[in-house]
């Protein structure tokens, strides 16, 4: 059962633009969304999260959006740099924590 | 440096043979969780230990087992291994369970398990 969707499997940008990448969740049970980013031959490491009681949290240049009533959540990335450029995954947990299948992004200098 | 090491990195195992993964976490961390990942997907919940005692399973079978220390670390087991085993399987940690009270997991590295 696949409870976190990321529905995108790669995106490209240029630097200097936004990286927007997109998450859906099917559990209305979580309440609390994380963002991690994975390189290879790494483990994933955690990026940035949100409650669900609110509906935006900002960290430097990473920003993650919450709608509820939509259960989708965002992460914006501006400006993008090219050491922006991994993969990464939409994690969702209630008593436990599930992972969306990951977007790939390339940011191009 | 996330302060959670995995062992083996990696591993090649028979099909039909049993594979012991360990995983050693932050000190202080009560929470264990397992995960699944095969190629070109996310991690895959495998199931989840508190404090030395499982509390939350995903849908894998019984011969995918675990146990978790008093000294932090753990193990995944496997039984009768399968060629769709073969994956990279991580490790995570947190102090609480994951995303209780803002609480984030920590990855290891993960072991990359190969079944020929």
């Known amino acids: 059962d696949q409870q976190v969707k990321q529905n995108s499997p790669s995106l490209s940008v240029q630097e200097g633009r936004i990286s927007i990448l997109n998450c859906d969740y099917t559990?209305?049970?979580?309440?609390?969304f994380l963002w991690y980013k994975k390189y290879p031959a790494e483990g994933p490491t955690f990026l940035i999260s949100?409650?669900?009681?609110?509906d935006k949290n900002e960290d430097g240049r990473f920003t993650v959006f919450l709608n509820k009533s939509a259960k989708h959540l965002s992460l914006h990335i501006v400006p993008s740099q090219p050491g922006d450029s991994a993969v990464y995954f939409c994690a969702a947990s209630a008593d436990d924590m599930r992972f969306g299948a990951g977007t790939r992004l390339t940011v191009k200098p | 440096e996330t302060g959670v090491t995995q062992s083996p990195t990696h591993l090649i195992k028979t099909r039909g043979q049993q594979v012991t993964l360990r995983c050693s976490s932050q000190?202080?961390?009560?929470?264990v969780s397992w995960y699944q990942q095969a190629l070109g997907q996310g991690p895959q919940f495998i199931f989840q230990y508190y404090r030395e005692e499982e509390n939350g399973r995903g849908n894998f079978p019984p011969r995918f087992s675990g146990l978790q220390f008093p000294n932090y670390s753990s193990e995944l087991n496997v039984n009768a291994l399968e060629l769709d085993d073969s994956a990279l399987y991580l490790c995570?940690?947190?102090?609480?369970?994951?995303?209780?009270?803002?609480?984030?997991?920590?990855f290891g590295q993960g072991t990359r398990l190969t079944v020929v």
């Open positions: 559990n209305s049970m979580f309440d609390y």
């Open positions: 995570a940690s947190s102090r609480l369970l994951p995303g209780r009270g803002g609480t984030e997991a920590f």
């Open positions: 000190s202080g961390h009560n929470t």
């Open positions: 949100i409650s669900s009681i609110k």
